[in-house]
């Protein structure tokens, strides 16, 4: 067995094989740690191409070389910990070589951000950000608090749909060139102003409720319109194809579908006049949410599940069995399936099982990607 191998068994241990103080926990944050670590030192010897401007004022701040120092003194921590408790030390060495190349790495001259520009960038410090908060969030809330309780953290597949969230990530200023065109369409042709000057005079918390209203409207259509033509459909089951819910699970999306999602749903967004602070307050709450309601989360949110959408609401729209099929397509309000006949949450209840019925999607990141554009099979 390759260490390769060794290492992927490991982290996919079964629950009940790595009970709390066998040093798997501590194992898997200091591999988890030191490859953190390792992509910040990447991002900092070259900013010009790793770097959204947009955080570019995070790395001239300075934070930047104190949060790599604490993310890598985690993986020497987590390293130790888990060499001394565990009797399969693979995971904590792993752990402990991955921070130390990333020290030694790291203790090289950086190269400072704006000192050239350039026109095509790869937001891989987007993708850290969004792994260490919304993940190093979730992962210790599903460890502790599952619905389905076997399922481990490296669920099968985990690996594809991390990928997913990297392209994703790297992939940003295409995507949000993309996401821009439908909105600078619509500008063109309608005259706003009116409406813009309503907006404008609102609350900014108002505004932010109105763009989550807006944009939730636009998307259950257009969710609605992946399910019901087949041609759409070939390339959303790919985002159905998981049978495995978790905060990883909401990446899996084909890149075309997020470039058409994400530019119809940012067409209210960007041509109602709304306050640039009022939008990146509903952009973080996306982001969170996203992972949020794909989460294998068994907490009860019965009080609220009427009136926001939770695990489990869009878990019946992930189901693979008859009366889960296209339902739920709301990503914040469930109102939306109440007023169009696709709301579905019987009381207590969840899907016994995810995917696509019938299957037909291949595993593997490219032969999804390629998949929406072959001749179906009869």
Do not use: C
């Not at 904590?92 to 790495?105: E, F, K, M, R, Y």
């Not at 995810?354 to 001749?375: D, I, L, S, T």
């Amino acid at each position: 067995m390759s260490i390769i191998e060794e290492i992927k068994n490991e982290l996919e241990k079964p629950r009940h094989s790595r009970p709390l103080g066998s040093g798997w926990l501590s194992g898997s944050g200091s591999i988890l740690a030191g490859l953190a670590g390792l992509l910040i030192v990447m991002v900092r010897f070259f900013p010009q191409t790793f770097t959204m401007p947009e955080l570019a004022m995070i790395h001239e701040s300075g934070y930047v070389t104190v949060f790599l120092r604490v993310v890598l003194l985690l993986g020497y921590v987590f390293a130790l910990i888990s060499i001394l408790l565990s009797r399969n030390k693979v995971l904590g060495w792993t752990g402990l070589l991955i921070s130390l190349v990333a020290s030694l790495l790291g203790s090289m001259p950086a190269t400072a951000v704006g000192q050239e520009t350039q026109a095509l960038y790869f937001g891989l410090d987007y993708f850290i950000v969004n792994v260490l908060f919304i993940g190093f969030l979730f992962v210790p809330l599903e460890r502790f608090l599952p619905y389905k309780k076997e399922q481990t953290v490296f669920r099968p597949e985990w690996q594809e749909d991390m990928f997913y969230y990297l392209v994703s990530s790297m992939l940003v200023q295409i995507l949000s060139f993309l996401t821009m065109g439908p909105s600078i369409l619509v500008n063109e042709i309608v005259d706003m102003s009116g409406v813009i000057a309503t907006i404008v005079a609102l609350p900014f918390w108002v505004q932010v409720v109105v763009i989550m209203v807006a944009t939730d409207f636009v998307q259950y259509w257009v969710h609605r319109a992946f399910h019901t033509f087949p041609f759409l459909w070939r390339f959303h089951s790919i985002h159905h194809s998981t049978q495995s819910m978790d905060w990883l699970a909401g990446a899996r999306m084909h890149f075309l579908e997020i470039a058409v999602l994400r530019g119809l749903t940012a067409v209210p967004i960007f041509t109602l006049g709304f306050k640039p602070e009022a939008i990146q307050v509903y952009l973080m709450i996306v982001y969170f949410y996203s992972s949020f309601i794909h989460s294998n989360l068994g907490v009860n949110f019965s009080l609220i599940e009427r009136f926001l959408v939770t695990p489990r609401f869009h878990h019946w729209h992930h189901g693979s069995e008859r009366a889960a099929i296209d339902i739920n397509y709301a990503t914040h309000f469930p109102l939306l399936d109440w007023l169009f006949g696709t709301h579905h949450l019987p009381k207590g209840a969840w899907p016994k099982k995810y995917g696509v019925a019938g299957g037909g999607v291949p595993k593997g990141y490219f032969k999804q990607m390629v998949h929406p554009f072959k001749k179906p099979e009869k």
